[in-house]
């Protein structure tokens, strides 16, 4: 027995309703007595009663039509019906508006007791069966709304479920929309065409009520007749009713709603509402899911389109600047050749920001290709002796004019490596490149090859300025520059590294560093040697 439980007692004979008073209170309950069935319903109305006790035979009201009324509004209230002239016509109605218990009178004060406390065991144990009901179709629920991040099949989900477990006539899930109105995603056993069209204001109706008090609420009886009803969108009746509000983190979302039209349909119960409640929850999160999924969906295809566009202008622009690019870089390089003096001087400048214009295209075209996944990788048996010399020849100019000693050293047994030979030679460009850079001039630089057990590894040593510890991984970023860009000496745009380490990832390779400030830096290209990849393999 739950203790203090308060029982309603409407029975007209006093002495009978003092000993049902003294005895309900010595047994630990909290009863409250009146004379007859108008009081009975007035006092339900302003206060909560766990079960009422009623006579059958009372003047102005009977027992049976004051508990009809009770449950308009309090449909989960039990009852013990009291009588000394039963029928079985009064039998069956007090059946079937759910009362528990019948007490013949007269009675005992203990078989009083024992049918209040199997009165109120078997309400309790309905109300647990309730909760244990909702169990299967919640798990569902949950199940499904795990795997659908559909904004437009979550709403139907909730509003079939909560319309199957409620026995519900109709149901609706109303959401607000950026204008503060109220429209209705999904709807059953109503008309089909108010379905995204029907809309009302956040603070109109009960759906606005339910907004305001961020509660739900349950409407017994003629529920048309409720003031705060706004006009209707189905003409029906409405015998009994919930609305509650879907809320997401101190957010309304919207409103859920479930009817039942019939006048002789079984009224909510407590145990409903609660149901829905914990549906309501999880509807909730699952649209507010959905709605996160819908904007980051949005998000990508918009991100998508700019990074078409932003493809289509890096060929564009590669293709416009890459013709007449070339032709300024081939008759500067020829006048370079055959001019003296200042005038040589002049364009050996011309030359080298032509290369450093070229350099910059090409880096711009390689990190678009690898991004769009347009960078074909055939793998063949590699020299990488060869192709480190062909990478030094073509900055062989640049090296020249900052006075660089640039050495070769590669064994002649070294193996040879795996790898994409076209992709190769652009990854020991971009680290040679970036040796040159940041060398001072008259500096060394020096490449070196050597083997173990799997691997060939090919080195780039240089005498420059060296990069901190905690820039050692940060060089590979995309863009990212080790100087500050208001006082950086050199040219570039921060994408070499991060290209030759992206390159080296697709033909199975890894690039690292070791360098210490004023030190001199190392960057090693590990390869996979000849016999670890099978011949004639491609990737795309």
Known sequence: MMPQERILIAENEPEVRRMCMRSLQFAGYEPVGVADGNEAVVRARE??????????????????????????????????????????ESAIEALRLGAYEFVLKPFRPDELNAAVERALSRQRLERE??????????????????????????????????????????????????????????????????????????DEGIAGYVIEHREPIVLQ??????????????ARPIASAISLPLIHQDRVLGVL???????????FQEGDVEFLSVLGSQAAVALENARMFREIQDA??????????????????????????AVVLAYATLLEEEATGPMREHLAQVVQAAMQLKSIIDEMVSLQRIDTGQAPVRFTDVDTAAVAASALEEL??????????????FPDDLPTARADEQLLHLILSSLLSNALKFTPEEGAIRITGRADDDHVIIAVSD??????????????????????SLRRKHGGIGLGLSIAREMAELIGGEISVESEVGQGSTFYLTLQRHEEIGAGEMLL
């Open 396 to 409: 062989r100019l640049l090296a020249e004019r900052r006075r660089h000693r640039v050495t070769l050293d």
């Open 463 to 484: 005498t420059g300025i060296g990069i901190a510890a905690e820039d050692l991984e940060r060089v590979f970023q995309r863009f990212y520059q080790v100087e500050d």
């Open 257 to 267: 709603n479930v009817a039942k039209h019939a006048e002789d349909a079984a009224p």
């Open 300 to 325: 990508y295809e918009r991100l998508a389109e700019l990074d078409y566009l932003k493809s289509e202008f890096i060929n564009i622009a590669a293709h416009e600047l890459r013709s007449p690019l």
């Open 47 to 88: 206060e909560r009663f766990d079960l009422l006790v009623t006579d059958i035979m009372m003047p102005n009201m009977s027992g049976l039509e004051a508990y009809r009324a009770i449950r308009e509004f309090n449909p989960d209230m039990g009852a013990v019906i009291m009588t000394g002239f039963g029928t079985m």
């Open 129 to 202: 069966n309730a909760r244990l009901r909702a169990l299967i179709p919640l798990f569902d629920l949950s199940r499904i709304f795990m795997s659908s991040v559909d904004l437009a099949v979550v709403p139907k989900h909730v509003v079939r479920i909560a319309r199957q477990e409620m026995n519900a006539d109709s149901a609706s899930l109303m959401l607000l929309n950026s204008r503060d109105e109220l429209v209705i995603h999904s709807a059953e056993g109503l008309d089909e065409d108010i379905v995204g069209k029907v809309t009302q204001r956040a």
């Open 221 to 234: 009886g003629n529920v048309r007749d409720d003031p705060r009803f706004a006009p209707a969108y189905d």
